[in-house]
């Protein structure tokens, strides 16, 4: 027993001293230890500028938490709150605020100068005072650290508009007078304006200012006007006038009918019967769907608008309809032709329900836009030959709808045969024929004024010259401009009703640089009418 409690002894004895050897050989091994140094850094914040101490490995938020620094939700902190520090770093706070203040301002007024050639050159008159108007206007206001470094507008309330000042100055140019045949008008600043006699005899006839321009057309006799004006009536693009001019002071009546983009026109035959094609405006562009039909209304001889009729109901327009048709009434108003996106027809108005023929197809043209191409047409004095623009070759249909070639033909109605008279004219070419003219032999005859593209390939973009060739084709002649390198905008021009009477010779009314000239259609002589730059549309019987 005794030498069991003298084992037990030894075995714990021997225990303690290996455990003791054994934390000797492990504390000989362990790496020593050492204390994480502090980080010295500058703290700028309102206003002051203070050194502080920061353990190692610290960001800049945890920093500004020690030094009890609150940050805003405007305030700049650099570098950002994230950033790890290093010994010697600066962190600067700049206090955001922002504040907002409402003030009413001026609007000063705008000073318009209009040209009018009802004024001598050089005077002036005062049309319409200039008015200030009125504005609320809130600010925001952004400051740093108590300094205001931005004021920015953030919402504007228009109180009251300002009224323009509009000054008139005269812009009468010393032309020298022409006498004219027949009665000319023509569409400036939104105003129609009317030439007869002579030249420097002219006069306001539609001073409203808000003649769009669509639709601008005398009566075969000059004695009315037949006009669009724009309308602020919510879907309602225009409407459709006729101005009096055998009355004085001049009479406007409102013919009842609205949304007319491509044709209306008066009777070859009666003044008091005008024909129109409508739309219906759209949202999307081109702000409009076509309804190709056709219309008639009648003015009694005491002034009265009778219902319009319908002479052709709407219909789909051919390919690219939804652009619309364009007509043209034959000189002995049998019917009129219809010039569609994919060729050129004939309305019958003869039988008792008007039909539609088409009489020369073609292939469409692909504009790749929001618009398609119409061809323009023209009737021959006798109602015989129709001249128009194809694109291609009349009668195909299925060529390539963006090449671009286009020619001018003549279509022989009596013998449904198609002409070529002049070939890559250009989209643009507008073929109008003279009225009546007397050939050196004594015969009846008549020429052909179009517009040649200067570049016909393309035509789209291209400027044109005036261009009058005989009723075959032959002895084609560029007229105006003279030179070269210049060009018109795409136009429809207007022969004189008669030849002129100083020279004998017939002219042509055309537009070039916003003004209206008269161009010699013998000789390419051109004469300016008007200096202003604001003229839009014309016409001449």
Known sequence: MADMVALRAWARYSLVLLLGVLGLTLGGC???????????????????????????????????????????????????EYTLLTDGDTITVVRVEEAFETQE?????????LRNEGLPEGETRLVQRGVNGRQEVTYRLVYEDGQLVA?????????EEPVPEIVMVGARAT????????????????????????????????????????????????????????????????????ARLDTDPVTLIDLGIANVVHFA????????????????????PPGWQANNDLLAVVVSPGGTVLEPKVLLEPNAGGVYGWWGNDFAWRPD???????????????????????LTMWLPFTPYQTRSDWAWVPGVGWSPDGQVLFAVTHGWPGQTSGDEAAPQFHLVAYLTAWDQTVVLAEDVGMFAY???????????????????????LTPRQSELSRYRLVVMDRDGSDARALFPQDANLGLEPQRVHWSPAPMPDSGHWALAVLYEGDLYLVDATTGEAQPLTGDGQVVAVDWK
């Open 105 to 113: 301002e001026v609007i000063p007024f705008e000073r318009q100068t």
């Open 265 to 284: 026109d008066f009777s070859p035959r009666n003044p008091r019967y005008v024909a129109a094609s409508t739309v219906e405006p759209r949202d999307a």
């Open 333 to 355: 108003v049998q019917g009129l032709a219809v010039a569609r996106p994919d060729g050129v027809g004939y309305v019958d108005l003869t039988p008792e329900e008007p039909t």
């Open 431 to 453: 073929p109008v024929p003279s009225p009546w003219q007397e050939a050196p032999d004594g015969a009846p005859t008549y020429q052909i004024a179009y517009l040649q593209a």
């Open 151 to 159: 004021r920015q507008p953030v919402k504007v309330t228009v109180l």
């Open 175 to 242: 032309f020298v007078p022409r006498p004219l045949p027949g009665r000319l008008a023509y569409l400036a600043g939104g105003n129609a304006w009317l030439m007869e006699t002579a030249t420097d005899r002219r006069r306001p006839v539609v001073v409203t200012g808000d003649l769009d321009g669509r639709v601008f057309r005398l009566a075969y006799d000059g004695s009315r006007l037949l006009f669009t004006r724009r309308s602020d009536q919510e879907g309602v693009l225009n409407t459709l006038w006729v």
């Open 30 to 80: 362990q790496a020593p230890t050492r204390t994480q140094a502090a980080l010295q850094i500058t703290l700028v914040a309102d206003g002051q500028t203070r050194s502080l101490e920061v353990p190692a490995g610290a960001t800049v938020r945890q920093a500004l938490a020690q030094a009890g620094i609150e940050v805003g939700p405007l305030d700049r902190v650099t570098p950002p």
